[in-house]
């Protein structure tokens, strides 16, 4: 059978792959997508969205009971973790189709099956139905990335989970250990917790949440604490002991090692990306670490192929991932002031129960490449709508240029502020000064008066603290 040819073939259908190949519809260009599992990907189908509907779950549930605070009565309270589940896997499904819809209403081919690249401009489809080749002058690989796996650590889906198995938990653990206290970790450590399960998070580095401002981690972990978790920081499991009920795990901290009994395990210690079997060496593309090398435009160095989002590397996010893929998109159809996405220009959001956010450079980073800072915080206890939510716990924190007036960095822990980071994004885009942020009027009462105090305790002017 002849090759069919595009313009634009795009391998993966997650939030990198179909935005991509949506943009090329809209601008003319003749697009295909190749999936070989799910429309939407991982972010869809057992990731970013099933995740915030258990999450939501755990959140009323938690709400609940607190009932009395409210004024409100609430008795026999409890879950059904089968019907929570059933929710989640339905909005994912949801969404999924509606990703299947996009394509058919922009005209986008789609053809489901594993691709290889089998020369330049060419990529060859195994289908259920046999082979299928189709060429085109440019080809986007969105392939994306999987759980790591560490040696001895592997999951079997019966004890020892990754993020697909905690979202369809084949029992609701008693005793749970989490190991990596990244967003994944923390998110399914968050949600268990509140359903009632005794939990352990373990991270190799000196603080949880590493990558968010110390502050931001510090407070996290007292919070975590207070609802019962148990942190340990500086350790690493070094095995584990399986049995049909139950795990031991070995964990080495300050040089001793310690064991515990605990019957389920969700190991979250990072990602690899899906660069096997793609043809991507025989190429001439270099892979580093299981990630694509790329230019700031996602050029992989052979001519007309391009790698984008999770399998080009950090910071893996769904956000970064469909930005990339318009930007490529855009170069490709020949569109003038196509900017590069900059990583410190993407915000992480983690939804745990406080939520925590951030932009930009951390205080330390901030200082680090040699910034004199000017740093402004502002707590949640000083807010009226964070009071009269019953959410006063958490802070909002705000990095300047001292020289400049820049905003460098906002981090934020507290209920909602995976929605109030936006504004902070918007600000850092437009270039704005602290006099900017300080003259803009914030609605009373909402919570984003705090980004407005906490802009202004960094200049010595907060009225409500």
């Given at each position: 059978m002849a090759a069919r040819t595009f313009d634009v073939v795009v391998i993966g259908a997650g939030p990198g792959g179909y935005v991509a190949a949506i943009r090329a519809a809209q601008l003319g260009l003749k697009a295909c997508i190749v999936e070989r599992e799910h429309m939407g990907g991982i972010c869809l189908n057992w990731g970013c969205i099933p995740t915030k509907a258990m999450l939501r779950s755990s959140e009323v549930f938690h709400l609940m009971h607190r009932a009395k605070e409210f004024g409100l009565k609430a008795e026999g309270v409890g879950y059904d973790l089968d019907a929570v589940v059933k929710r989640?896997?339905?909005?994912?499904?949801?969404?999924?189709?509606?990703?299947?819809?996009?394509?058919?209403?922009?005209?986008?081919?789609?053809?489901?099956?594993?691709?290889?690249?089998?020369?330049?401009?060419?990529?060859?489809?195994?289908?259920?139905?046999?082979?299928?080749?189709?060429?085109?002058?440019?080809?986007?690989?969105?392939?994306?990335?999987?759980?790591?796996?560490?040696?001895?650590?592997?999951?079997?889906?019966?004890?020892?989970?990754?993020?697909?198995?905690?979202?369809?938990?084949?029992?609701?653990?008693?005793?749970?250990?989490?190991?990596?206290?990244?967003?994944?970790?923390?998110?399914?450590?968050?949600f268990y917790n509140t359903l009632g399960a005794e939990t352990t998070v373990v991270e190799v580095m000196d603080r949880i949440l590493p990558i968010e401002d110390a502050e931001v981690s510090a407070f996290a972990k007292k919070a975590f604490e207070k609802q019962g978790m148990k942190i340990l920081q500086k350790a690493t499991v070094k095995k584990l002991d399986r049995s049909d009920d139950k795990v031991t795990a070995h964990i080495e901290m300050d040089g001793k090692t310690e064991t515990i009994e605990v019957d389920t395990v969700i190991s979250a210690v990072g990602i690899v990306g899906n660069v096997e079997g793609l043809g991507l060496e025989e190429l001439g593309v270099k892979v580093e670490r299981t990630h694509v090398v790329t230019d700031a435009y996602c050029r992989t160095g052979v001519d007309g192929l391009y790698a984008i989002g999770d399998i080009a590397g950090a910071p893996w996010l769904a956000h970064k991932a469909s930005h990339e893929g318009v930007m490529v998109v855009e170069l490709i159809a020949g569109k003038n002031k196509v900017h590069p996405v900059k990583p410190q220009e993407i915000a992480g959001c983690t939804y745990c129960q406080p939520q925590v956010a951030s932009v930009g450079y951390t205080e330390a980073k901030a200082k680090e490449l040699g910034f004199q800072v000017k740093v402004g915080k502002f707590p949640f206890i000083g807010n009226g709508k964070a009071i009269a939510l019953g959410e006063a716990e958490g802070f909002i924190k705000t990095v300047f240029d001292e020289k400049t007036g820049e905003l460098l960095g906002a981090h934020m822990v507290g209920a909602e502020v995976t929605e109030l980071i936006q504004g902070y994004i918007v600000a850092r885009k437009l270039e704005t000064t602290e006099e900017d942020l300080i003259e803009t009027v914030f609605p009373h009462p909402t919570l984003s008066e705090m980004m407005h105090e906490s802009v202004l305790d960094a200049y010595g002017r907060a009225v409500h603290f």
């Open positions: 989640s896997r339905g909005v994912a499904k949801q969404l999924a189709s509606g990703v299947g819809h996009l394509m058919k209403k922009n005209k986008v081919e789609v053809v489901m099956g594993e691709a290889t690249l089998t020369a330049k401009g060419k990529v060859s489809v195994k289908t259920d139905k046999g082979t299928e080749e189709l060429q085109a002058k440019n080809i986007i690989v969105a392939t994306g990335a999987r759980a790591r796996e560490l040696p001895g650590l592997e999951a079997d889906g019966k004890r020892v989970w990754t993020y697909k198995h905690a979202l369809q938990p084949p029992h609701m653990p008693k005793k749970l250990l989490v190991i990596g206290s990244g967003a994944i970790g923390i998110e399914f450590a968050s």
